[in-house]
């Protein structure tokens, strides 16, 4: 099992930045790829932002050259760099893990959320 705790959400002005943090605690070492994904109200659930083990990252095309995904292995937790916010931003922001075990002749892979931080744009 892994447990993840988001932290950082804020209400921030139009063009301002903001840093979310996802601390990652279990089975850390199943995890392959943590990413971020937010929500808005009446919206469904989009993917923002996604991070390999290895430091491979994929952007969701609204964000791309505003927000930067990073992790620090040692602390197994991911960030969540965002600049230049816009009120399109404005959503509850979950952090997610991937985990994979080994199966009889394969893999499985299980998903893990956070409880969501509340990411606010407004002037």
């Known amino acids: 099992q892994v447990q993840l705790v988001e932290s950082g959400g804020d209400l921030v002005q139009p063009g301002g930045s903001l840093r979310l943090s996802c601390a990652a605690s279990?089975?850390?070492?199943?995890?392959?790829?943590m990413g971020w994904y937010r929500q808005a109200p009446g919206e469904q659930r989009e993917l923002v932002a996604t991070?390999?083990?290895?430091?491979?990252?994929n952007y969701a095309d609204s964000v791309k050259g505003r927000f930067t995904i990073s992790r620090d292995i040692a602390k197994n937790t991911v960030y969540l760099e965002m600049n230049i916010l816009k009120p399109e931003d404005t959503a509850v922001y979950y952090c997610?893990?991937?985990?994979?075990?080994?199966?009889?002749?394969?893999?499985?892979?299980?998903?893990?959320w956070g409880q969501g931080t509340q990411v606010t744009v407004s002037s």
């Open positions: 279990g089975s850390t070492l199943s995890i392959v790829v």
């Open positions: 997610n893990a991937q985990g994979q075990e080994k199966i009889l002749w394969g893999t499985r892979s299980r998903d893990y």
């Open positions: 991070i390999t083990r290895g430091g491979s990252t």
